[in-house]
């Protein structure tokens, strides 16, 4: 493994794999290769880590996100390494001879590395195109030198839920956003689901005009102590209450038996003569786990399939900006987190 690597050299071998592409469907003029580019996305992400689960997960996104894909594997080490590869994630759309490819760039470095990596990445970014910096080891993204590979970014994607500790994680994402820099925090987008099936149940316009009405709120999760996901869920139903004229008390509260760092239920009461009491609980096992609404004793229940790394990087890859709600959703899970 060399220490340094020329992003030239890169963009010839990119060049190089085209031809060899094009090459190999010569003679069928119906069929051939087209280049999809909409974005250049970026994944750093633990050496040990299984390739196959990063490389599994880019392929899917390909079809509806294609990107120019640059991998950045880390090997804790004080020698300075790097090395890089080239090649292509193709596809053949339903009815067609024609293949789509992407490209996909892999590069291993040490740790020691890491401050040598910008003027190499950047101009392996495709110009004019958003540069989206997936992030999937918590390790990674507290090394001191971290932050100069953000800056090559218009967005950061974590998964806080990879963290150890929400009342240290909230606050570094919160310091980053009043920065100005554009977060997605995985976690948040596994709530999509919750938040969906909270403004369910108010459609009924009884249930919604007791609203400011509500006085608690209780969440149960997981684990000994809340995860971010129940820090969020927390602060946007206050956030969306407190609109509405509602001062509402929010609990989180541990159900030993329940996985750690998932939710298990979220209930709404208020009290009165005309007492509301609501709740979303989930049932079964991860494979074939159910949503059940409670208003007022009238039970649904609704399918609540476990969303995978692809589904959770399609939805906020949609949004390749900044997202006012989540950023005001961190925000107030900081305050939260405090106290």
Not at 43 to 57: K, L, N, R, S, Y
Not at 63 to 86: D, G, K, N, Q
Not at 95 to 123: D, F, K, N
Not at 154 to 179: G, T
């Amino acid at each position: 493994m060399s220490s340094v690597i020329q992003p030239e050299s890169i963009l010839k071998d990119l060049t190089e794999l085209w031809v060899t592409l094009g090459k190999e469907s010569d003679g069928d003029a119906s069929a051939g290769v087209l280049r999809a580019c909409a974005m250049t996305l970026v994944a750093t992400a633990e050496e040990a880590e299984d390739a196959g689960i990063v490389g599994e997960t880019l392929a899917s996104l390909m079809r509806e996100h294609p990107s120019r894909a640059i991998v950045i594997r880390f090997r804790p080490s004080t020698a300075r390494e790097l090395s890089a590869r080239v090649f292509a994630q193709c596809w053949m759309p339903f009815g067609r001879r024609r293949q789509i490819c992407c490209e996909q760039i892999e590069i291993t470095a040490s740790e020691a590395s890491l401050s040598e990596l910008p003027p190499v990445i950047l101009p392996l970014t495709v110009s004019d195109l958003p540069v989206i910096l997936w992030c999937r080891s918590w390790r990674l993204f507290q090394l001191p030198d971290f932050p100069a590979l953000v800056q090559i970014a218009q967005k950061v994607v974590v998964d806080s839920a990879a963290f150890p500790d929400p009342a240290e994680i909230l606050p570094q994402l919160a310091a980053r956003a009043r920065a100005g820099q554009a977060l997605g925090d995985l976690v948040w987008t596994r709530l999509t689901r919750w938040r969906e099936l909270v403004a369910q149940m108010f459609e009924n316009k009884s249930y919604l005009s007791r609203l400011p009405e509500v006085s608690e709120v209780r969440i149960t999760h997981g684990g000994p102590s809340p995860p971010t996901m129940a820090y969020y869920l927390a602060a946007w139903l206050q956030d969306g209450l407190e609109k509405v004229g509602a001062a509402a008390q929010v609990r989180l509260q541990a159900e030993q038996a329940a996985t750690a760092g998932e939710l298990k239920q979220v209930e709404l009461a208020a009290p009165g003569v005309n007492a509301m009491w609501v709740s979303i609980g989930l049932t079964g096992d991860r494979e074939t786990q159910v949503a059940e609404l409670d208003m007022d004793s009238m039970v649904s229940r609704t399918a609540f399939p476990v969303a995978n790394d692809y589904v959770l990087l399609r939805e906020e890859l949609s949004i390749p900006g900044r997202d006012p709600v989540f950023e005001r959703t961190l925000m107030r899970a900081v305050r939260l987190v405090e106290g």
